[in-house]
């Protein structure tokens, strides 16, 4: 059973964490450099002289495969290395009062260094006449394929007590959803199987909420992904107890 107080203590605990740690500093520092970087010179922002943002959003997907599991990876794999897990256990705090509350804490601390990307949007305002219904859609699929990637990089942490091995498969498996509605292309399926196949695809999900199109069937799928990790990882741990 949930408690609010349970996962709030929690999240409390794994944001502290997070605050005094230089890796999400750096990995936040990365990111909005190598955004920008990307978004406003290697795509020649200013030659194509477009008011939009739907650059940067066709990038964040494979920005967020990289991104995201090096901010979950320690959330389980360091606590059973270190045996503090066990310690865990011992407070008054259920299974899901602990899943939830790391997942939450990964989840804030995405929208964080999601938060000063928007940024990009208000600069290009100024600049030209700005859609904001793709803007704002694109940050609600930003939001729901962070807690996917969040809730995935949680369950391969929980895999493992090694932080690379967590951090390897966490990139392995979100770049393995980015991908694989394009992959599919290339294989000779029926119609049928590949639009199945298709749906699994996290990307083409994403790029539909991005264009300020919200479709129930692409929010489904993210909280779908969402809650099959975030279970699987709960099954996980109470194998691990």
Known sequence: MITVK???HIYKKEIRQYLVSPVAYVVISIFLFISAFFFFFMYTFFLRNQATMRLFFSLLPIFFCFVIPAITMHLFSE??????????????????????????????????????????????????????????????????MGAAFCAIGLLVSSLTKKQIVALLLGWLICFAFWVFDKAIIFMPLPQFIMGFLQYIGADVHFQNIAKGIIDTRDVIYFVSLTFLALYGTKLIMEEKK
């Not at 299974?95 to 804030?108: E, H």
């Open 6 to 8: 349970g996962v709030l």
């Open 79 to 144: 606590e059973i290395n270190l045996g503090s897990y066990e310690m865990l256990l011992t407070m008054p705090v259920s299974f899901l009062d602990i899943i939830f509350g790391k997942f939450m804490a990964a989840l804030t601390l995405t929208a964080i260094f999601l938060l000063p990307t928007t940024s990009f949007a208000i600069f290009i305002s100024f600049l030209g006449k700005l859609d904001w219904g793709p803007v704002i859609g694109g940050y609600f699929g930003a939001l729901l």
